[in-house]
């Protein structure tokens, strides 16, 4: 169902179960999947493609060039996934063909008011934006990692799978998956355990008691933060080695 007051480029397949509500824009090369709602005044930019069964509220924008100097009317693209909700005047930027063309938001991804997405941040499948969060560019967020509200992660840097960011704080280095950060300057403050605990087939006891262990050693030993990663890419857990065999991980600040 398209609004009469809406405004949809002839070339724009919407498909009869979405719905584009009052006074929605949605440009030429837009793609809008089965059951996507769009609620009023919601602008989709080119180069947009919205998976099935997402819900984007009042006001929100998607896909408007990326804040970048360097950025000269390239065509890049922002992909959302399915099932997402998008709360009201959130923005959403596109890609830079520096950063791999493509701002995405994975499946079932939450993003809450006022929050902003800025060009090339990779968002994970089930994470969760708190209201009024900001990113600078090319962020990093991993899967069902949660981000507490009005905090601002600055650009290039990476929150780990299932970690736990408290609201309101700077972040301006990476967080490691499974972990919870806190605090001006931003500091890590032990497993997120409830989290883990949400995903049993993911996280055994067991494996919790690992992550626990690896902990402990990164930040309650006192040994050389080199010695303790290379120790932990030969142990078990897969997680902090391949987040610290990732280019974008930062250094190791202990709390």
Known sequence: MI???????????????????????????AEIGEGVVLESRVHVYGGVNIKPETHVYDGAVLGAPPQDLKYAGEETRLEIGAHCTIREYCTLNRG??????????????????????????????????????QFGGHVRIGEFATIGGVTAIQQRNQVGAYAFVGGT?????????????????????????HALRLHPEEFPEERIRNLEQAYRMLYRSGRPASEVIEELKKGPEHLFQAFFDDHWAGSIVRP
């Not at 002839?10 to 009052?22: E, T, Y």
């Not at 929050?115 to 209201?131: F, P, Y």
Request: aromatic fraction near 6%; proline fraction near 7%.
């Open 96 to 133: 830079t063909v520096q950063g791999g063309g493509c701002t995405r938001v994975g499946d079932q991804v939450l993003i809450m008011a006022y929050s902003h997405i800025g060009h090339d941040c990779q968002i994970g499948r089930g994470a969760v934006i708190a209201n009024g969060c």
């Open 3 to 29: 609004h009469v007051s809406a405004f949809v480029h002839p070339s724009v397949k919407i498909p009869d179960s979405a719905v584009v509500g009052p006074w929605c824009l949605v440009d030429e090369g």
């Open 169 to 193: 704080y700077k972040v301006d280095r990476d967080v490691p998956p499974c972990t919870k950060a806190s605090g001006t300057p931003i500091r890590y403050c032990g497993l997120n355990l």
